[in-house]
Nanobody, 121 residues
Framework: HVQLVESGVGLVQAGGSLRLSCAAS????????MAWYRQAPGKKRELVAQISSVGSTTYHDSVKGRFNISRDNAKNTMYLQMNSLKPEDTGVYYCHAAMILKTLPTDRELWGQGTLVTVSE
């Protein structure tokens, strides 16, 4: 059973920091591109940050300079370090991963269950 499990749910004041983790488990050969998305109340899900298998990163303009995405391929885990948080960062954060599995179908894309981040004034 392949899955992505997120951790790091939290309530933080504006200006604070929080780190999210996303761990992949199961019969995985390789994780390819991984990403964090978020969905604010009443809004569409948007891409926050993405990291390739070799560590190339892209960020949504609103989080550049404040958020840092990273990954530990040995642990099949991705992280999102969020600093200088703002109330508009509030939302449910989802991890997403493209992967190659040991079982058929070998190409899969998975979503995590989502974790709520609330930033208060």
């Amino acid at each position: 059973h392949v899955q992505l499990v997120e951790s790091g749910v939290g309530l933080v004041q504006a200006g604070g920091s929080l780190r999210l983790s996303c761990a992949a488990s199961g019969k995985i050969v390789r994780l390819n591109d991984m990403a964090w998305y978020r969905q604010a109340p009443g809004k569409k899900r948007e891409l926050v940050a993405q990291i390739s298998s070799v560590g190339s990163t892209t960020y949504h303009d609103s989080v550049k300079g404040r958020f840092n995405i990273s990954r530990d391929n040995a642990k099949n885990t991705m992280y999102l370090q969020m600093n200088s948080l703002k109330p508009e960062d509030t939302g449910v954060y989802y991890c997403h991963a493209a992967m190659i599995l040991k079982t058929l179908p070998t190409d899969r894309e998975l979503w995590g269950q989502g974790t709520l981040v609330t930033v208060s004034e």
